[in-house]
């Protein structure tokens, strides 16, 4: 999906909710697990029930990945059942060596036809290029995260006076373009928030945070959109999880569409 | 395996040879294709051609992802056939925030009984403790890579005038021990090694880059050998492919061999 038309998708449908399907086997509702694929079953509700209400939907390969085999069939069913104009996200946070790099790309562009794939900046240019020579596909670099230890690293102050964070976004930002890179910036950073701004107005950020994690919506906004609007906000565990029973799915529509009212207050 | 297993194998076999089994099925002799599982055909002849003259096999989870979900089935059956007395690597490279990181833990550590797996560091301390919480299990953090990438971040320089791989390899050193923590320091980083002797004089350094890339045995071995050795030399494509004919596994064989009795001198 380029970047127009997700543009358009955010404006038409007036929300831009990522919602993240990092579903959990054992957080599913019991009655699932009659069915032969019961992460699939809760994966495929929880879409019918939320899809008017977001633009995107990220599923953090982890959940699928530790389940064996059976898991990226499930990721291959999710990603098949996902409607067309809605942008897919494989959280991989992949990072390796050149020809290493190329077939990661090609899990998650072609094995999996994913839309975005996160990566990590760590082993640098040679990492992250593989992924961003796939036309039509957007990389997404890990810039700034929500968790407690992006403070080991990441806010380490380089001698220069910058801090890893803007050096990582200032050079990553080089290598691609606003087309094909975006950049994920924890939503509980928002000091830093104005900063990367300041070096990339015009980038799309992956904003995760905003919710469980205690980042603020309303101070996301103002410090982050931008004329294009320029941010997706990824919410997980407060819209799949939203109820455990029966009404899980319509919790979860409940519960996306409560984001999308507020987000559309900022788009007009 | 523990610590001292580890060192005793090393010992007996006389190597700290770590056989990278990163194989791509483009790559494989055409006869394998007639296989069912033709990436694990090659696997296995690799490996009865090469388990006396290694101690460890590194699978690069890459090439197995790529493949779809039958990739993490040959992966299955390659962990499965490796002998009991092998240290088994996942080179994942994941880093993800808690939750996360204990499925990737759990992935590599639960799902596949792997020994060992390579995690990347930008994340934190929550994004490696998950996988240092496991028992009996190795988790091998990116410290200095071998590609040139690793000139764009990890070598920048600090305020404090240290370079941030050093900042990294000192921090997440007391996250751990010398008896469930490696690093990876590429061998074409040689001045670089000197100085990450010293930051740990003790832990176990996983060093992909001598042949192909460029790095030197001995040099290595000069640098980095401790009085545990602390030493594991990768080496993937010199071995699996050394030859692409009907003779491709006696002539890895042959490959791993030659590295053996280099390493033997290192040894006495």
Known sequence: MDRSTLINQIREKQTFLCVGLDTDPDLIPDFLNEFEDPVFEFNKRIIDATKNHCVSYKLNIAFYEAMGAEGWNTLKRTIDYIPENILTIADAKRGDIGNTANKYAQTFFKTYDFDATTVAPYMGKDSISPFLEHEGKWTIVLGLTSNPGSAHFQKKQLADGKFLFEEVIKQTAKWGSQSNLMFVVGATQTEELKTIREIIPNHFLLI?????????????????????????????RGIIYASKGLDFD?????????????????LD
Do not use: F, T, W
């Open 250 to 266: 319509k919790a979860a529509g409940d519960a996306a569409k409560s984001i999308q009212q507020s987000m559309k207050v900022y």
């Open 208 to 236: 995760p945070g905003v919710g469980a994690q205690g980042g603020s919506l309303d101070e996301v906004c103002r410090l982050a959109l931008n004329k294009d609007v320029g941010i997706l906000i990824n919410s997980s």
